[in-house]
């Protein structure tokens, strides 16, 4: 093990080989991230209740990076009853008491509208529900009559869905035409920058009666990722998508590679018909198709991904490696395995103490190099609708991607950042092979 670890330093001398390694460890680190940040059990409970646990997030809103090049889209704007300015408070007598509230946002984003605008509300009351009254005021001093809502225990009014209100705007979506510059002409339409206010008039009947209102202008931009079409921030994916890449993929091929040196070294080491039968089961599975085989699993069995994994793996036990095998042979007549056998060592002892570890620094690389091409498989299943429904993975937020036609509407980024993601994370592992094979196989050296 020390001259394995020996060889190991030697990837320090390899510039690609450090580079793979600096993209691994961020990997392990934005995969220990994801765990504390979200546990296991409420990164999939966020991510499978869909829009309800994430109404405070815009639809298909683009990374807020995007401003970093001058894009200048606005973000969402999310203003509480504890943000609002009571500018009138009076008892009317008969239990009526009305306020005044104004919700003040400052918008200075020339780059685009906000997407929506809504109104959320929870009220208490014994018999009559609360009224609001709703008034738009623009930077230039108009003001726009929004309606009369009933406030009805929790609910959400959603302004830029009014169809009313947009036929009162001439036809123009709400969200537009509250914020448009009223001297912009024609298709030439642009916010007006400056200081916009939802002033709330609130009437309630009861004593008791109370009204937390939440006032929120949905933006264009939202986190580092950006948000799909159930408003689910794909952080939350991206994130989470490198623990189960990467546990997916080591765990195969972790498996594989020592089951395929243990079993080429019993063909090998017994000859015979173990052999044979290992030769032949080698050639079923060289010719039996993994990808159908998948697909046929996911379309009529389980898309678990534990159920993917197990299917991996029963496949790669099916025979073991011609390349292990043939190494076997040649040491088989080795001066050091004929001394181990006149003193009486078993042949499992042989195998174990002394084949297999002859060629360990061998399949070092192989396993390194097998990591991505299992990553692919899982998120090529997922982009083919196969993969597990239930787990936030690259894979599958491509396939949501593309079911939803994210590169004709031009949401780019949430097809482009997932697959970048398994680019690196292919990149890195290939990088770090690449350098192994070069340090454990001497004829490359020179390469």
């Known amino acids: 093990m020390s001259a394995i670890w020996l060889r190991l330093k030697e990837l320090r001398r390899y510039p690609s080989a450090v580079i793979g390694l600096v993209v691994v460890a961020l990997l392990l680190l934005m995969s220990i991230y994801a765990v504390v940040r979200y546990p296991y059990g409420k990164a999939i409970s966020l991510w499978r209740a869909g829009e309800v646990a994430w109404l405070e997030n815009p639809r298909n809103a683009a990374p807020l990076w995007l401003n970093w090049f001058g894009a200048d889209l606005p973000p969402t704007i999310v203003l509480g009853s504890d943000q609002a300015r009571v500018l009138e408070n009076q008892d009317l007598g008969g239990g009526v008491h009305r306020r005044l509230l104004s919700f003040s946002i400052d918008y200075l984003w020339r780059g685009g509208f906000p997407s929506e605008i809504a109104l959320f509300y929870e009220a208490s009351y014994q018999r009559t529900p609360p009224q609001a009254v709703l008034r738009w005021r623009t930077p230039d001093g108009r003001e726009i009559s929004l309606g009369t809502q009933t406030l009805r225990e929790s609910g959400r ?83 989470w998508g490198a623990p189960i890449a990467i546990a997916f993929g080591m765990t195969v091929a972790l498996t594989l590679t020592f089951w395929y040196l243990f079993v080429s070294a019993l063909g090998a080491w017994f000859g015979g018909w173990v052999d044979a039968v290992i030769d032949r089961l080698t ?80 399949s070092i690389p192989a396993f390194v190099q097998a990591i991505p091409g299992y990553v692919f498989l899982e998120a090529s299943l997922a982009i083919l609708g196969l993969g597990d429904p239930l787990l936030p993975t690259w894979g599958k937020v491509i396939q949501d991607a593309y079911s939803r036609g994210a590169l004709y509407l031009g949401y780019y980024y949430w097809i482009l950042i997932p697959a970048a993601m398994l680019f690196i994370t292919g990149i890195g592992f290939a990088f770090i092979g690449f350098a192994l094979d070069r340090i454990f196989n001497p004829r490359l050296r020179s390469l």
Do not use: C
Not at 176 to 191: H, I, N
Not at 221 to 227: C, K, L, N, P, S
């Open 283 to 362: 050639e079923l599975r060289m010719i039996l198709p993994l990808l159908p085989i998948l697909i046929m699993v996911g379309m009529f069995w389980s898309r678990s991904i534990w159920i993917i994994l197990a299917v991996l793996i029963v496949y790669g036990l099916i025979g073991g490696s011609k390349s292990y095998r043939a190494m076997y042979l040649q040491a088989r007549a080795s001066p050091y395995i004929e001394a181990a056998r006149a003193y009486g060592a078993g042949n499992f002892r042989i195998i174990l103490r002394y084949l297999m570890p002859r060629f360990l620094p061998l």
């Open 157 to 239: 009014y959603l302004i830029s869905g009014d169809t009313t209100l947009a036929r009162r705007l001439g036809g123009i979506s709400p969200q537009v035409a509250l914020f448009r510059d009223p001297w912009a002409k024609g298709d030439q339409a642009r916010p007006l920058p400056g200081r916009y206010e939802l002033l709330v008039e609130l009437y309630t009947f009861d004593p008791q009666a109370t009204a937390n209102l939440k006032f929120i202008a949905y933006g264009r931009v939202h986190g580092w990722a950006g948000t799909d079409h159930l408003r689910r921030d794909l952080t939350l994916a991206l994130l």
